[in-house]
């Protein structure tokens, strides 16, 4: 079995910052893949941001340049700085690990509320 242990969320004010992370523990090897999703109320889970073994990201065009995707292969963690947010960043992030032999395994999720 795998267990995550999601962290760092909660409620900020506009302009904000918020550092989430996400360890992974058990039965989970070769970690392709490392990623944030979110799903904000009546909307469809989004990819955020994901790193990959070799280090290369990817973001959503509307956190580009605020929020940075970091991880620690050692510890199987995986991290998200958030900058800059805003009332639409509100959502339940979602930690993604995909291996390389194409298991895919989520976290619990963690609320993020960006509000005055």
């Known amino acids: 079995q795998v267990q995550f242990v999601e962290s760092g969320g909660g409620l900020v004010q506009p302009g904000g910052s918020l550092r989430l992370s996400c360890a992974a523990s058990g039965s989970i090897f070769s970690i392709y893949s490392m990623g944030w999703y979110r799903q904000a109320p009546g909307k469809q889970r989004e990819l955020v941001a994901a790193?990959?073994?070799?280090?290369?990201?990817v973001y959503a065009d509307s956190v580009k340049g605020r929020f940075t995707i970091s991880r620690d292969n050692a510890k199987n963690t995986v991290y998200l700085q958030m900058n800059s947010l805003k009332p639409e960043d509100t959502a339940v992030y979602y930690c993604?690990?995909?291996?390389?032999?194409?298991?895919?395994?989520w976290g619990q999720g963690t609320q993020v509320t960006v509000s005055s």
């Open positions: 993604n690990y995909v291996t390389s032999r194409g298991y895919d395994y």
């Open positions: 790193i990959t073994s070799g280090g290369s990201t």
